[in-house]
């Protein structure tokens, strides 16, 4: 885009061709806000936890998406660094064997989950895209509506 002084600006990229609106700064800045964590009542939640789990990622640039995420620190009393979602499993699915729930929740990186979002993104996983649209919906819908 143009700014009035004819110089040019910046937008931010979209991450997915589904949603162009939705940009690596929306979900991490939704992330940071609604995030609450293993609370599977939580639509928002829960989608980023299936999300994380079968893409094998951990928020949308990495763990430290989650030392801004505030209401899940305050519902882990600052106790854990990442969610359990964000720990590497064998096999990598919601039923596959955390390797070490304890290191990964403090944030060691042997037992966290080395993808980032916006990497996957760029790799065309149409299934990831979906997910991950349904997430930005949830997070853009009043009362997940």
């Not at 997910?131 to 009043?142: D, F």
Request: overall charge negative; aromatic content about 10%; proline content about 5%.
């Amino acid at each position: 885009s143009r700014a009035w002084d004819g110089e040019t600006t910046a937008r931010p990229q979209p991450v997915f061709s589904l949603c162009p609106q939705l940009t690596r700064e929306f979900f991490t800045k939704e992330l940071s806000k609604h995030y609450q964590g293993n609370n599977d009542t939580d639509v928002f939640s829960a989608t980023w936890n299936s999300v994380m789990i079968t893409f094998g990622c951990c928020g949308v640039n990495g763990p430290e998406d989650f030392k801004y995420a505030s209401v899940f620190r305050l519902l882990t009393l600052d106790s854990e660094e990442v969610p359990e979602a964000c720990c590497r499993r064998e096999p990598q699915s919601r039923d596959g064997v955390l390797l070490s729930r304890e290191e990964c929740l403090l944030g060691r990186s042997l037992f966290l989950n080395k993808q980032v979002l916006a990497v996957l993104s760029r790799q065309g996983s149409s299934s990831m895209e979906t997910w991950v649209a349904r997430a930005g919906w949830e997070a853009i819908s009043p009362q997940g509506v």
